[in-house]
Structures are given as structure tokens and as C-alpha cells.
Antibody, heavy 123, light 108 residues
Framework: EVQLLESGGGLVQPGGSLRLSCAAS????????MSWVRQAPGKGLEWVSA????????YYADSVKGRFTISRDNSKNTLYLQMNSLRAEDTAVYYC????????????????WGQGTLVTVSS | EIVMTQSPATLSVSPGERATLSCRAS??????LAWYQQKPGQAPRLLIY???TRATGIPARFSGSGSGTEFTLTISSLQSEDFAVYYC??????????FGQGTKVEIK
């Protein structure tokens, strides 16, 4: 059974930093790209960042580029999101999600999601 | 960026009735479209991928159709557990994935 368990959320002041973790199990972690998706309170879903299975390729939404860094440790089956220079608008539940490959080359849909971790940016 | 627009924002349906949700893309996404269900306090759950293929364990009352820019999610006979928010998502323009704003299906 695929399981994704996020941790590391909390309350942080504007301009501060936080590192999120996502522990994965139930599948061959290194074979799949992974992603972070966030949801502001009462709002819809917003893709944040993604990383290839090897970790060699990373992708970011414009809203977080230059402030957030995605990484992974395949020996620990863990995905990370380092968030710096946090803003009030970064307040959201952050989900990690497994990315399913489509036709062997397309980073496709998100087939499994964690339960999320809440990040609140406020003074 | 491909903009995904869902309609209606809220759909009021009685249990047992059919629900039809729409999703429009600002440019063609071929069949690279997924649908997700989200209940309050829960993570999204994959329902449909490839515009029309049900994910593992998804009941047959859920069906998806469309290609290009127009897509539909149909729930043939609404059950109590189906009242939730539904999101469409394109993955044709990966890695710039984009979601629709969601359609809330509520009890009439």
C-alpha cells in the first residue's frame, strides 16, 4: 500500500524558513517523480514544485521560484521542500504527491497524495 | 500557462440523481486530463486520468469524457459519499500542471 506522510509544518514569521518532509513507502521511491501541491485555506489546488526520480531535474511554479528548493533522499525514501523567504501568501496545506508517468515520458497525474501539513506564515 | 475553468462553481443535486461537471482548457490538452475528488479535511483522491480512465478502486458510476479543450465528469447516481469538491487538472503542459478552481457538489 502506497503511503505518503508529510511533516514539518507549523507557524513561521514572514521572511522565515521551514523544511517540509514527506516519507514514502509501498512503492519503489526512486522510480517515480514526486511533487508538492498546496492549498490555501478555503481555496483550490496549486502545483508548487516537482522533482524527477533521480533528483537530477527539478521544476518550480513561478510563485515560489528562487525561494523554495525541492530535493529527495532516495536512500531514505524521503522528499523535502525547503521554504525560504516565506510570505503570508504561502500559508497553505502542503501535500506531497506521487507523479505517475504517462507513455513512459510524460510526467502525468498525481496518483497518490499524503494527508498534508499546514504551514502558517504570520507575525 | 494553460488555464482550466470549471463550471458550475456549485452544483446542487439530490441523492440518486445524475451530476454533470464541466472543465474547459484555454488551449488543447489532448486527453491529458485528470479529475480529483476532495472531501473536507482530506487530501484529494484521483478519480479519472487520461480524460476517461477510472483510477483503481473508483466506482463505475464515475465517468469522464472529452478531449482537446472540453471535458466532462459524470456521476451517474449520486451517493451520499460523493458530495465533495471536484477538481480537473491538465498534465499536457507538464511540469506546469494547472488545476481548475473546483466544483462543489452539494446536497439539494
Amino acid at each position: 500500500e502506497v503511503q505518503l506522510l508529510e511533516s514539518g509544518g507549523g507557524l513561521v514569521q514572514p521572511g522565515g524558513s521551514l523544511r517540509l518532509s514527506c516519507a514514502a513507502s509501498g512503492f519503489t521511491f526512486s522510480s517515480y517523480a514526486m511533487s508538492w501541491v498546496r492549498q490555501a485555506p478555503g481555496k483550490g489546488l496549486e502545483w508548487v514544485s516537482a522533482i524527477s526520480g533521480s533528483g537530477g531535474s527539478t521544476y518550480y511554479a513561478d510563485s515560489v521560484k528562487g525561494r523554495f528548493t525541492i530535493s529527495r533522499d532516495n536512500s531514505k525514501n524521503t522528499l523535502y521542500l525547503q521554504m525560504n523567504s516565506l510570505r503570508a501568501e504561502d500559508t497553505a496545506v502542503y501535500y506531497c504527491a506521487k507523479v505517475q508517468l504517462v507513455q513512459g515520458v510524460i510526467l502525468g497525474y498525481f496518483d497518490y497524495w499524503g494527508q498534508g501539513t499546514l504551514v502558517t506564515v504570520s507575525s | 500557462e494553460i488555464v482550466m475553468t470549471q463550471s458550475p462553481a456549485t452544483l446542487s443535486v439530490s441523492p440518486g440523481e445524475r451530476a454533470t461537471l464541466s472543465c474547459r482548457a484555454s488551449q488543447s490538452v489532448s486527453s491529458n486530463l485528470a479529475w480529483y475528488q476532495q472531501k473536507p479535511g482530506q487530501a484529494p483522491r484521483l478519480l479519472i486520468y487520461g480524460a476517461s480512465t477510472r483510477a483503481t478502486g473508483i466506482p463505475a458510476r464515475f465517468s469522464g469524457s472529452g478531449s482537446g479543450t472540453e471535458f466532462t465528469l459524470t456521476i451517474s447516481s449520486l451517493q451520499s459519499e460523493d458530495f465533495a469538491v471536484y477538481y480537473c487538472q491538465q498534465y499536457n503542459n507538464w511540469p506546469l500542471w494547472t488545476f481548475g478552481q473546483g466544483t462543489k457538489v452539494e446536497i439539494k
